[in-house]
Each structure stands twice: as structure tokens, then as C-alpha cells.
């Protein structure tokens, strides 16, 4: 068992989040109260430092770590403990009015004024010198600390940068990968419309003022762009590790964030954390919850291991487009979701409400009003204590997923530039999550892999709308197959290669026709609205006899698989949509076309029960209601309610509820918006 402890220095759930005494240095009453709250709040932990730049180097060459040394001794005399930021999220002016190379140049190819924070250069030299003299420097003065637990690498790093230092750093990250011109302009079949490129000078980033047909271009630029940032990031760890090695470092990503590879992050990070704000209460709830899980899913795959749930609202944000308070509960839920899903901690953003500028409204454990008797407030401590609680039961335990689903931010770059069948909608991450959906609600844990991944100790994996096949996988995914496995893929799959050239010779392409047993020769686009359906050839054990089908249909051929459903409309009624096919000792599934989520959890549940995997809770769940599983010397299953009205479900056994010690068994009821913990027994 991997039992992982994120935070050695402090092996406990951290509960706390962002804090930012430095815009109240001038308010010595304010961080003293700010002390006695967090106690009162269950809080053991705070991030510190995060923007806090022109407070500490306020001119240049001149450092100021007083302030925050005080901070840091009183927060630790007081039992709370401190995650360190380091500032490069924001830029201090000085620093960006002298040294315009730091700043960003925008695709338009205009060069930012100073404002804003995300926003730096991250191949300047200027800025990377000053980051690594900083990083130095507050790892000299506090990594060896007892109160300093974690490092805090910047901030959401995100965002690209289109100036001549990045668009030379392109070049030579292109001439590593290609070696020649004609290697480069065979991979990204370069030939077409004259676009040939006859010296490296002429090869610019993909912007809309200039080249964006070339889809080897822009799939290699996203590449690029997450190899600088990483790049970046890593010279910060570096700065940071080179004084005292032994405080971990996380960065807080932002789950299915389009502009970043995550899994690259994995290797260069510790620890991951993620940043999470749900649209609670909306018109589908429920749908939320399933995202969200989906979220801290991703989260843990990026390093396969807990993960910090690093930002969280306690209340609203102030940046959605309608900031709807939790209603009564909901806090508690949404806050051990992340717990049920691998996350150490609850941390939220922010400690407390700034008096001015953009996140003055942004929800905080204290208000303006600064008192701790709020309904907040009182989530927030609650939370704490139930954490407190949980510890000794739940931290020792993981969640330990059978089932994995495929999911690659470089096939995600591609698919949605594919200029193919539905450019008015192909739907790769909805595609993803609804197959991630589908066993939540059946209450399957579920793992993500890219394409990078070991898929070996999965029993099911799954490839929703895997267009790309990355160099190696689909070699990757027949062993899968051939020794035990057992494949769902999709429509849409298996059609380009590593520069998004078309397999030649039958999709899904690159070996994979036999593992299927079968050949996609046409792919038919529907219009919004349109439906076409899926109707079962014979009785499956628990699916219907028929399914709505939309968007994307293929037409396939069966070479040597078995069809077991065909299409119900249209010129190609009669032919196979959904095919079973043994090859090896295992087997592989190919779906056809677009399906209704009803089809997804019935197949699920169906292929859950043929293969024997294990699900949290082994009952039914009424609509709404979920179960997450972290395994351990004894298993830990929290069951959700995510609907704002009691909900029952029936225990398949005798389980102790980890908060009050009570033996339960037959019906549990959940209140609303209620989480409950059980120990298996
Ligand atoms: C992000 C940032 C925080 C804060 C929050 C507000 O996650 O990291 O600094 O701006 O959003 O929701
Ligand atoms: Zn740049």
C-alpha cells in the first residue's frame, strides 16, 4: 500500500488556506485577532506569501523578511503551521516598469503594460534571475523553520507568452525534437498550401494574425508551452531545494485547465494541489458533484497519490457569473468530497476578505464584518472539528482505483483542432467526464491515466474519443488487451498519429483494427437535435433494448468482432454500433457513436458486475446519491448526498459510522446535502 504522508514535517489533514497578512501589516489588532479566530476556526494551517512580492523586495535589491518571520513565529507559537509561497504569481511594478522583457507579449504580438498578475514572461532571464534570487533567499531564511511545512511554487501557473525570447525558445525546442527541417516539415505535412519552411527563423507560434492551419504547429506549441512553463517551475524548485531538500513543494493547478499538460507537472512536484470552485445549486446539481469528483479524480492521477485540496470558497466567489451562497450543509459536503476523493486537506481561499480591489468580495472564513459568529464561520469550524475527527480512521487510507479512463491533454489539443466532422462541437472533456460520470454514479472509483501512463494494474480501461494514438500506446493498450484486459473505446478514436497525421491504412489506426475486431469507415456528423438510436441486437443482462445516440455516428465493419447493438435509423440502420471482441485473453468494446448517459451507467454497472470490481457500496443509489471508497487496514466509504432532500439507501451490511463509533445497519438516511463516513467491519 502506498501510504504516502505529503507533509511529513506535519502528518495531519491541513485545514486553512490562503492568508495574506501582508495587506494588513499596517492592522497589528487585525493578526492578532486573525490568531484567535483560526484557532476557533479549527484552522492549522495557512498559505502565506502568495502575492506578497512587493513586500519583500520592495526595491530593488532590497529584501524585507521581518515582517513575515514574524508572522511565521507567532503563527507556529499558536500550533499553526505555514505552507510558503513563493511571490512570481504577481510582479511587483518596479520590477515590471524597469525590465519590460518580463512582461508578456499577447498573441496579438502587443507587449502588456505592468497590471494584472499570471502574466510573466517565462523565458525571460531577468525574471527567472529574480525568482531564483528570491527563492534563494526565503529558503535561506525559513526552510528550516519547524513551522514551514510546504513550499507553495507560485501561483495557478497558466497563460503563453508570444515574444521573441519564447518564439526563439520554440525554435530550439523544435531543432531538439526534429533535427531537420524536413523531419519537421514531413510531421507536420508542412507541403500543404506551399507552407513549407526553408530556414528555422521562419517558424513563428500559431497566432490568429498568422499560421493556424498547420495542426503539427499547434499541437507542438501547446507542447512547448507547457515544457517552458515546467521549465520555469522547476528552475523555482531548484532555487528552493538547492538550500534545504527536505520541504516538499506542490503548485496548485486547476484540473481540466486547456492550456497546460498537468501530467508533465507530476515529476517535478511533490505534492499536488488544486484550486476548486464548483457552481453549486445550479440547474444541475448533481451534474456538478459528478464533475467535481471528476476534478480531484484528475488531480490524484497527476502523481497517483493524495493530493491538497489547496483553494476552495468557504462561502462564494465573487468572479462566477452568479455567486450563489451554499445552502446549509453543502459546505461540509463539498469540502469532504475532496477528502473521499484522496485529498489531505481542506484549504480554502481566503483566510480573510481584502478591504479593496478585485476580490473584495471574494468569499473568506472572515468577513469584513470580523467576528466569528457567522454562518461561515461556523461551516468552516465545523469542518475542522469533523476533520479532527476523521483523521486517525481516514488519513492511512487511499483510494485505490480497478478502473482507469484515458484522458491526454495532447490528444484534447488535437481532437479540438481536428477540423473534422463537428467543428461546431466535438465535446472531448464533456465526453470524458460523462464516462467518468457513469461509474460515479455507480459509486466505481475511478483513476486517470495519459497516455504516458502504466495501465497494467487496471482491470477496465477506458479511451473515450482517443483520436491520437501518442507513439507507443496503441501497443500499450493491445498488450492491455492480450493479457487480461479489459478496453472500452469510442467513436473517434485511434485516427492520428503523434503530429496529427492520419493513420493510413483503416482506423482505428496503428495496429488497432484487430484488437477491435472490427473497421470505422465513415464518420457521420448530426446536427443539434438530431438523434439516431442504439438498438440492442439481443438481451443484454441490465442494459435496455434501445438508446438515444447523437452527434458523432461512424460507420463500422465487424472483422471478427461481435456486434452486439446496430444503428436504428438512417441509411446505415442495421449495422453495428456497439461490438464485443475477444482478442488475447482479454476483450475489447468499441462504442460507435455518441450515447445518452443512461447508456454509459448501464453498461458500466453491467461490465462492474461481469468483471467482479469493487464498488464503494455494494446497494443501490438513489439518483443524487454517490459512494467513494479509500482503501486501507480498514476501508473508509463516504456516502454523498447530493440533492437538497433526504435520501435512503440501504446497507449491504453492518458498518460502523466513523464520527459516532454507532454500529449501523439496514437503512441509512442522509439529510440533505449530507456526507456520512463508514468504517467497513
Ligand atoms: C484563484 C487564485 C486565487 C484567487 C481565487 C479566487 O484560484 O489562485 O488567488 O484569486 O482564484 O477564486
Ligand atoms: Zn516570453
Redesign the pocket.
Known sequence: MNDTILCPKYPHFLHGG?YNPDQWLDRPDILEKDIQLMKEAHVNCVSVG??AWAHLEPQEGVYEFDWLEQIINNLYENGIYTVLATPS?AKPVWMSEKYPEIRRVNSSLHRELSGERHNHCYTSPIYREKVREMNTRLAERFSRHPGVILWHIS??YGGECYCPLCQEAFREWLKEKYGTLEALNHAWWAHFWSHTYTDWSQIHAPVPSGEMSVHGLIVDWKRFVTARTVDFMREEIKAVKSVNPEIPVTA?L?SFYDGLDYFKFGPALDVVSW?S?PLWHNADTIQEAARVACCHDLMRSVKHQPFLLM?S?PSM???QPVSKLKRPGMHELSSLQAVAHGSQSVQY??WRKSRGS??KF?GAVVDHYGGSDTRVFRDVASVGKRLENLEAAVLPTRVQPEVAIVYDWENRWAVEDAKGPRNGGLHYVETVQAHHRAFWKNGVPVDFVDMDGDLSGYKVVVTPMLYMYRNGFAKKLRDFVEQGGTLVSTYWSGIVDDTDLCFLGGWPGDGMMDVFGIWNEEIDALYDGETNAMELREPVDGLRESYSLRELCEIIHLRGAKALAAYGQDFYAGSPVLTENQFGKGTAYYIAARAEDGFQEDFYRMLVKKLGIRRALDTVLPEGVTASLRKGEQDVVFVQNFTAAPQTVRLPHAMKDVESGETLSGDLTLAPWEIRTLLEQ
Request: charged share 25%.
Open positions: 490562503d502568495i502575492f504569481g501561483n495557478e496548485n486547476m484550486d470552485y483553494e470558497t466567489t465573487n468572479w481561499f481566503q478585485f476580490e471574494h
